[in-house]
């Protein structure tokens, strides 16, 4: 954990020093007046998304919030959960799509959320479910929610930086000189690259809920088999269910959109052919070596979820709590 924590902290401490350098550049070097108008924007399009996010997130997915007389075992099991995490429980809710999944959301601590779909319920047994929850509610315990929020911003900035000086100019002389459209194309490179970092954030922010959910008491190999069932869970769905929750798939657990990949790369960990994995076949890729093709290594760059083989190896490094 403190080796993902220190990955982290360097992560954003490198951001923040992009905007600072080019703050720097743009305030002292051509004097633009109009920069903090794009801040303040950027910035005040974030808040309103914060504030706003929760709602958006419950009409996407079509979320209904149940009782404990509704749904005894889920909030059972999610009271417990809670009690280990040393969080308020959240508000638990059904998202009303066939799509195996859950997800986690909230403001804040107090102002937590966890969903689960209709079409996960049916698919995971009790210990997969648990396990999946307790991923969920260290993304709450965590907060790393609002810090992908805060860290968005960045490349937001920076694309606007680069939009402005690139296609806009200015009014006065200097600032309709070589060093303008230099210095939109810079914006617009430190974009691309802040934005891959916000991605290998998310990435990141994957792996601290996983390890928390196994601090919770969770078995690697119940999580492992969860995430397994889902990829094979999610590539049975229609195309057209898949588009409708793609803007959201950066709440799941897994990116659902990568299934029909993935279950190429999990198939060969299910030995038995028992349609889950247990833990013998996680013990013995613990030792095993991954050959990731370029294309692999590609697509988890520009993915907000790492890749699923990868993901499965680190749980069997980690023994049960």
Not at 13 to 25: E, G, H, K, N, R
Not at 159 to 179: K, P, T
Request: aromatic share 12%; with cysteine; proline share 3%.
């Amino acid at each position: 954990m403190w080796y993902l924590k220190l990955r982290l902290y360097l992560l954003l401490a490198v951001l923040f020093a992009v905007v600072y350098t080019i703050v720097s550049i743009i305030s002292f070097s051509l004097g633009v007046k109009d920069f903090y108008f794009y801040l303040l924007l950027s910035l005040g399009m974030m808040f309103i998304q914060y504030m706003l996010g929760p709602k958006i997130v419950e009409w996407s997915m079509r979320v209904k919030y149940v009782t404990a007389a509704e749904y005894p075992q889920l909030h059972r099991m999610v009271e417990e959960l809670s009690n280990k995490a040393g969080i308020p429980k959240p508000k638990i809710g059904i998202a009303q799509i066939s799509l195996p999944n859950a997800f986690a959301f909230g403001r804040t601590l107090k102002d937590g959320r966890v969903c689960v779909t209709e079409g996960i319920i049916s698919l995971l047994n009790q210990d997969e479910l648990k396990a999946v929850l307790g991923h969920e509610l260290s993304h709450l315990k965590n907060r790393d929610v609002i810090t992908i929020t805060l860290l968005s911003v960045i490349p937001i900035v920076l694309y606007r930086i680069a939009w402005h000086f690139l296609f806009y100019g200015g009014s006065g002389r200097r600032e309709r000189s070589g060093n303008t459209a230099l210095l939109g194309l810079a914006a617009f490179l430190f974009y691309f690259i802040t934005n891959l970092l916000v991605l290998y954030a998310s990435r990141i922010r994957e792996y601290f809920a996983d390890r928390g959910s196994l601090l919770l008491g969770n078995d690697p190999a119940f999580l492992a088999s969860a995430l397994y069932k889902l990829a094979y869970g999610s590539a049975r769905i229609r195309k057209e269910s898949l588009k409708e929750v793609e803007g959201f798939k950066a709440f799941f657990i897994n990116d659902p959109s990568r299934s029909v990949e993935e279950i190429k790369e999990l198939s060969q960990l299910d030995l038995d052919k028992s349609g889950t994995i247990d833990p013998d076949e996680l013990l013995m890729l613990q030792n095993k070596k991954l050959d990731l093709g370029f294309s692999d290594k590609l697509l988890e760059l520009l993915s907000t979820h790492p890749n699923m083989l990868k993901r499965i190896k680190q749980l069997s490094t980690y023994r049960k709590n």
